[in-house]
């Protein structure tokens, strides 16, 4: 099956840093989610995206939706310990939801 | 507690020995759905259901069975394990659909020797 460009594939970064990661396909997509996945546990909902140009934010989260809808942004601003994990981007497909790589991000304190 | 649980959490077994990985939720959804986990691959769908007795495969369906007999169980039925099934994998649960937030169980880490 298909998936989701994701870069960077991983990011090593100072902590207080900001942080942007993007996901983009070749095909045209309603949705688009982004998750979080902590050591050793399963991924969690941070945002969804249902709209071309959306701008979302979650905290010191903030998710756009491209115009073109085939990209997605996600940015983290003024990094903290917590914020390690892998971050993931999703689409969903009728009814199938496609992951992208994942970006791992480790945070030096 | 809201939760998607999934049993066992660690396995190891032999190629050839069917197994079963249990995921149960307690959240009334209508939707679940199995994942595989793998470097560099992301999460990849197994197989979903909407509803009791309806499922449908996802994107790497092969070697894998499901049943969704009850709403709250979605166990994952390995007839025939190979060592390229060797994975971590996850049940997730959501309201309705696929698009609606899906709840994730803790992960079975399966390894076929």
Redesign the interface.
């Known amino acids: 099956g298909q998936q989701l460009n994701q870069s960077p594939q991983s990011m090593f970064i100072q902590e207080g840093e900001d942080v942007s990661m993007n996901c983009t396909s070749s095909s045209i997509f309603n949705t688009w989610l982004w998750y979080k996945q902590d050591p050793g546990e399963g991924p969690v909902l941070l945002i969804a995206l249902y709209k071309a140009g959306e701008l979302t934010s979650n905290g010191r989260l903030t998710a756009q939706f491209g115009i073109t809808r085939k990209d997605s942004f996600l940015n983290i601003s003024a990094s903290i310990p917590s914020d390690v994990g892998i971050y993931f981007c999703a689409h969903a497909r009728a009814q199938k939801l496609v992951f992208g790589q994942g970006t791992r991000l480790t945070i030096n304190p | 507690e809201a939760q998607?649980t999934q049993n066992p959490r660690y396995l190891i077994t032999v190629t050839g020995k069917k197994l079963t990985v249990t995921c149960s939720q307690n959240m009334n959804h209508e939707?679940m759905?199995w994942?595989r986990q793998d470097p560099?691959?992301?999460?990849?769908?197994i197989y979903?259901s909407?509803n009791v007795e309806v499922t449908?495969k996802?994107?790497?369906p092969e070697g894998y069975k499901v049943s969704r007999k009850e709403k709250r169980n979605f166990p994952l039925i390995l007839e025939s394990p190979s060592p390229n099934q060797t994975s971590l994998y996850?049940c997730?649960s959501s309201i309705l659909?696929?698009?609606d937030?899906?709840y994730?169980?803790?992960?079975t880490r399966l390894t076929v020797t």
């Open positions: 998607v939707y759905s994942y560099g691959l992301g999460l990849r769908q979903y909407m449908d996802g994107d790497v996850f997730a659909q696929g698009t937030e899906q994730f169980g803790p992960g």
